[in-house]
């Protein structure tokens, strides 16, 4: 697909709040997936090797649908919640796709 920005982002949860960081990134997808029709893939992951660590695998029709995932107000108690859980930032990388 032509022009599809891929979005991987790593998450590290303080130590015992690994379950509520899961549990949120849950709704998250669920609220993504009712709310942003050109959000293609929005899918969280747990490593099999660190569970304390997260990664979420998203894909986007354009870097505009991003960008309203970015600033999407479905999401901004979400993100309020994840503050308080997280022990250092997010780290958030972008790809486009050399296929369709």
């Known amino acids: 697909m032509e022009n599809v920005l891929t979005v991987v982002a790593k998450i590290y949860p303080k130590a015992g709040r690994e379950d509520d960081v899961a549990a949120l990134l849950v709704k998250m997808a669920d609220a993504v997936r009712q709310a942003e029709p ?40 979400y993100r309020e919640q994840m503050k308080g859980l997280l022990d250092k930032p997010t780290e958030v990388e972008f790809y486009h796709s050399l296929t369709d």
């Open 38 to 77: 050109d959000c293609l893939v929005y899918r969280p992951h747990q490593t099999a090797k660190d569970p304390a660590v997260f990664l979420f695998y998203e894909q986007y029709r354009s870097r505009a649908a991003f960008e309203f995932h970015r600033t999407a107000p479905h999401l901004a108690a």
